[in-house]
């Protein structure tokens, strides 16, 4: 990656519903909050998004299918990609553009709208993460995690989900699109409900990854997530600010991003003209 290019980090879990999206999520706030620097998160979820409803937004008025128009012609610009994205309140620098939520066309969505979809962003943000499905048979998954720069795994200390589940998607499928079990970093979540007395390092060596971090998951979480608090948790709860912590400054280390990083796209008219109306937020 050169000192211009963006980021691309991509998060998969092994298992549906284990944490994929409060991780990455909390990933992306982090980001921004550490660096300074604008954070594009996509949900690319095409049948079961949920991080609008995580932060309180139960029927979004922008979305991943509003852009199909523009991604079947190959003619989203930047501009209308950021309009397109709900900004954090509480951290401005993070916008989100909410997953599907047409789940009857997640089948037609295609591996060149997913391309044009990411291309964009890199025009728009200096760090992009991706919050991709479990299951490696759509276009967003695939394409996602090929085009990212760091592959990032989530799983748990449960068996079934980094031995079996790791083996199925990770180990067999993975491999057909050229991604390898040691291409990923992993996440290991713990949760008060799951009893799992695997160690991290075993984990990470019955994968074959290369271990990023913890997270640590617990009741108060879970309770933003079901009263649409997850903002508010992330940015004023002890625990919250806490999460994705240690992945998050391994990332920042890794790549700089704690430095200033000059990139060509604020040197845009257009991109100008939309921070002046947005009230200079936005990357």
């Not at 989203?76 to 916008?95: E, F, W």
Request: aromatic share 10%.
């Amino acid at each position: 990656m050169s000192e211009t290019s963006p980021l691309i980090i991509a998060f998969v879990g092994t298992t549906p519903n284990i944490g994929t999206t409060s991780a990455s999520f909390a990933a992306a706030y982090r980001l921004a909050e550490a660096t300074g620097q604008g954070v594009g998160y996509f949900c690319l979820h095409l049948k079961s998004a949920k991080i609008h409803r995580y932060i309180g937004i139960d029927k979004p008025s922008d979305s991943l299918d509003r852009l199909r128009p523009e991604l079947r012609s190959q003619s989203l610009a930047p501009d209308k990609l950021l309009r397109s994205m709900h900004r954090i309140g509480s951290m401005p620098k993070l916008s989100v553009l909410f997953g599907n939520m047409e789940r009857e066309q997640a089948e037609f969505f295609t591996p060149e709208e997913a391309e044009h979809l990411i291309a964009c962003a890199a025009e728009a943000f200096p760090v992009i993460v991706l919050d991709v499905g479990a299951y490696w048979d759509n276009a967003a998954t695939v394409v996602g995690m090929r085009m990212a720069d760091m592959k990032v795994l989530v799983t748990t200390t449960v068996l079934s989900h980094f031995q079996e589940d790791a083996q199925q998607w990770i180990a067999a499928v993975a491999p057909t699109f050229g991604i390898t079990p040691d291409h990923f970093e992993a996440v290991i979540i713990h949760s008060p409900y799951w009893n799992g007395g695997y160690r991290v390092k075993e984990i990470c060596k019955e994968i074959g990854t290369a271990k990023l971090g913890e997270f640590q998951t617990s009741a108060g979480m879970f309770s933003a997530l079901d009263k649409g608090d997850y903002e508010q948790w992330l940015s004023s709860d002890p625990a919250g600010k806490k999460a994705m912590l240690e992945p998050a400054a391994a990332i920042v280390n890794r790549y700089g991003l704690a430095q200033t990083r000059k990139r060509a796209i604020t040197a845009q008219p257009w991109f100008r003209k939309l921070l002046e109306h947005r009230g200079g937020v936005g990357s």
